[in-house]
Every structure is written in structure tokens, then in C-alpha cells.
């Protein structure tokens, strides 16, 4: 990562370091957290994806691969509920499910918004683009690649 670290002035704080040395520690410290965090959602994404498709049943079986993701203004993500089974089959929650999912899928989006540009460097290798739609970036995620990331 390269060191982007605005000049601060050469200012001695009182633990010896100079504020420039601070600056730098502290930036350090919020990309790790941020990218942190990115692999914690995404995981999250993963997990929720088979909660709602297995009814929380954690060791029912579900055939979801892929899950699709849009890109907000905001640079943030947002579940559709829509999904890709192993066999290449475009589906959603509720074709799946046959009752309304909106609830699960605004449940799935407390969290997934989390992925957003502060942790790009995370998501990106984990989604392919897929065309635009309402002049919005559609992404899909490979939900398996999501759930084997490491928390730390």
C-alpha cells in the first residue's frame, strides 16, 4: 500500500513520536479496519444468503452459488435477492421460496452495505460485473469464495 500520508507538521507529542508518525499509524490502523470489515460482511452476505434459502437451518442443504449485488451512489452494495444456483439457473428468494422475501432481503441489507468503497480492495476479487441496470453497477458475488474468507 502505498503511503499517502498527508504531511503533518514535525511536531513532537508527548509519547516522543512526531504527529506525522501518528497520522500515519492512525491511517494504517482504519484501512486494516476497514478491510477488516469487508471480509466480515462478506461473509455475512454468504451467511445470509443460506439463512433465508435454508430457513436459518444451518445444516439443510441450498444450491445458491452466486448472489447479485447493486452498487449505490454511495458506493455502498445492496442485495436484490436475486441468486444463481450451481447449474447456472437465475432465480430469487421468492421464486425459490413462494412466499415474499422483501423482509430477508431488507434484514440481508442492515449488513451488506458495509461492502462499499472503503473496502473495494476486499469484494472486488470476489464479484464479477455484470451490465448496468438503471445506471447502476450490478455485481455478482461467488458466495463460496465470500464464506471461505478469513475474519482476521
Known sequence: MPDNTPQAPAYQLPDGRTLSTAADEAMKAYHAAAERLGRVMAVVTAAAVRDILTGNE???????????????????????????TADGTETSFTATLGTYTG?????MNEWVPYLNCDNERV???LVT???????QAVY???LAKAAGLPLN
Open 58 to 84: 444451518h445444516g439443510a442443504p441450498f444450491d445458491a452459488t452466486h448472489a447479485e449485488l447493486m452498487e449505490a451512489a454511495d458506493g455502498s452494495l445492496h442485495a436484490t435477492g436475486r441468486y444463481w
Open 103 to 107: 423482509d430477508e432481503v431488507f434484514d
Open 123 to 125: 469484494w472486488k476479487p
Open 129 to 135: 460485473k455484470l451490465p448496468e441496470r438503471d445506471g
Open 140 to 142: 455478482r458475488i461467488d
